[in-house]
Each structure stands twice: as structure tokens, then as C-alpha cells.
């Protein structure tokens, strides 16, 4: 067992490795995209099914309160939170729409949809990029695997080079968190 244990740890690290080698630059640019974009009022849009959908609340929610500083809350939705819009949606609609139609009524031009999918694949988190787009935001696709359709239509994909969904998770959390901690520091630094 304390093999099996070690073993997940170091492909866990492994897969960080070799996502972080191939994605450190755009990683700092989608960082001070993002601290721009919040600087001029703009704000996040964060989607996703499943671990993807919490992925999406918990960044959300670094962003609201706050991750090491003490600061001013940023503006991020997480668009799988509002059970009452999901299930209007979903049952008005159709489940495919449930991130769509959220987006074409809390987006607006300037602001950032961050898309979550392990796959790349999920229908209803590629309508809410399509709407995205439609609507002016600047898209960002978090994925893995060989990234799906997502990657081909954000403009900035993010593709973990693994195809279990749990080593896929791990790094796109970690995004998270180095996101959150680059636009904390250049938000809010005492000299920015």
C-alpha cells in the first residue's frame, strides 16, 4: 500500500512537472490579463462539471476573499453554484445551455470566462465558451489530455498532459492557486 501511495504522489508531481514546462509563460500572461481585467472593473466567469465545478467555486472564492492578502474582494462567479438558475435552466432550456445562458447574462465585454473540463468535451462548458465568445470575453480553457474542442476554441488553453481525470484535477487547482497568488502580487503590491 505504501508503494501505491508513493507512486500517485510522484505522478502527481510528475504531471505538474511536465505541465508547468510547457505552459510557465502563458500562465504569466494570462496572470497580469487577469489583474488587468480586474483592475478596470472587469470580471471572471468560472464553469465546469463535476471536480470542475468545485475547482471553479474554490478559485472563485480565493478571488472574493482572499488568497494570502488581506485586500479588496475581486469580482469572480462560479456559474455552477446558483441551483435555482441550473435546474431553471436545465428544465426551461436544456442542460447543455446551463453555463450559455448564465454567461450571456453576467458577462460582459472585457470580462474572462474561465472554462474547466477534464476532457475538453463537456457540451454544456463548450456552449458557455461560445457564448463567451460571442459576447467579448476573453476565453481561458483549462483541460488535459490532448485538450478537446476546448483548446481549439479559447484563447488561451491550458492542456495537463495526462489523461486521468485526478492528475488532471491536481494541476488544474494548482493553476488556481498560482494564478490567484501572481494577481494578488500585482493587484495589490505596495508598489503597483
Given at each position: 500500500?505504501?508503494?501505491r501511495?508513493?507512486?500517485?504522489f510522484?505522478?502527481?508531481?510528475?504531471?505538474?512537472?511536465?505541465?508547468?514546462r510547457?505552459?510557465?509563460?502563458r500562465?504569466?500572461?494570462?496572470?497580469?490579463?487577469?489583474?488587468?481585467?480586474?483592475?478596470?472593473?472587469?470580471k471572471?466567469?468560472?464553469?465546469?462539471?463535476?471536480?470542475?465545478?468545485?475547482?471553479?467555486?474554490?478559485?472563485?472564492?480565493?478571488?472574493?476573499?482572499?488568497y494570502?492578502?488581506d485586500?479588496?474582494?475581486?469580482?469572480?462567479?462560479?456559474?455552477?453554484?446558483?441551483?435555482a438558475?441550473?435546474?431553471?435552466?436545465a428544465?426551461?432550456?436544456?442542460?447543455?445551455?446551463?453555463?450559455?445562458?448564465?454567461?450571456?447574462?453576467?458577462?460582459?465585454?472585457?470580462?474572462?470566462?474561465?472554462?474547466?473540463?477534464?476532457?475538453g468535451?463537456?457540451?454544456?462548458?463548450?456552449?458557455?465558451?461560445?457564448?463567451?465568445?460571442?459576447?467579448?470575453?476573453?476565453?481561458?480553457?483549462?483541460?488535459?489530455?490532448?485538450?478537446?474542442?476546448?483548446?481549439?476554441?479559447?484563447?488561451?488553453?491550458?492542456?495537463?498532459?495526462?489523461?486521468v481525470?485526478a492528475r488532471?484535477?491536481?494541476?488544474?487547482?494548482?493553476?488556481g492557486?498560482?494564478?490567484?497568488?501572481?494577481?494578488?502580487?500585482q493587484?495589490?503590491a505596495?508598489?503597483?
Amino acid at each position: 500500500m505504501k508503494d501505491r501511495i508513493i507512486k500517485a504522489f510522484e505522478e502527481s508531481v510528475e504531471v505538474k512537472r511536465a505541465f508547468v514546462r510547457e505552459h510557465a509563460d502563458r500562465i504569466a500572461q494570462v496572470a497580469q490579463l487577469i489583474g488587468r481585467a480586474f483592475r478596470e472593473g472587469r470580471k471572471v466567469l468560472l464553469f465546469g462539471n463535476g471536480g470542475s465545478s468545485t475547482d471553479a467555486s474554490h478559485i472563485a472564492a480565493e478571488f472574493v476573499g482572499r488568497y494570502h492578502r488581506d485586500r479588496a474582494p475581486l469580482p469572480a462567479i462560479a456559474l455552477a453554484t446558483d441551483m435555482a438558475a441550473i435546474t431553471c435552466i436545465a428544465n426551461d432550456y436544456a442542460y447543455d445551455e446551463i453555463f450559455a445562458r448564465q454567461v450571456r447574462a453576467h458577462g460582459q465585454k472585457g470580462d474572462i470566462a474561465i472554462a474547466i473540463s477534464t476532457s475538453g468535451n463537456s457540451p454544456n462548458v463548450l456552449k458557455g465558451v461560445q457564448a463567451a465568445k460571442e459576447a467579448g470575453l476573453m476565453t481561458i480553457g483549462w483541460t488535459g489530455g490532448t485538450g478537446g474542442k476546448l483548446a481549439g476554441m479559447v484563447d488561451y488553453p491550458f492542456v495537463v498532459p495526462s489523461t486521468v481525470t485526478a492528475r488532471i484535477q491536481e494541476s488544474h487547482i494548482t493553476l488556481g492557486h498560482v494564478l490567484c497568488e501572481l494577481i494578488e502580487e500585482q493587484a495589490f503590491a505596495k508598489n503597483a
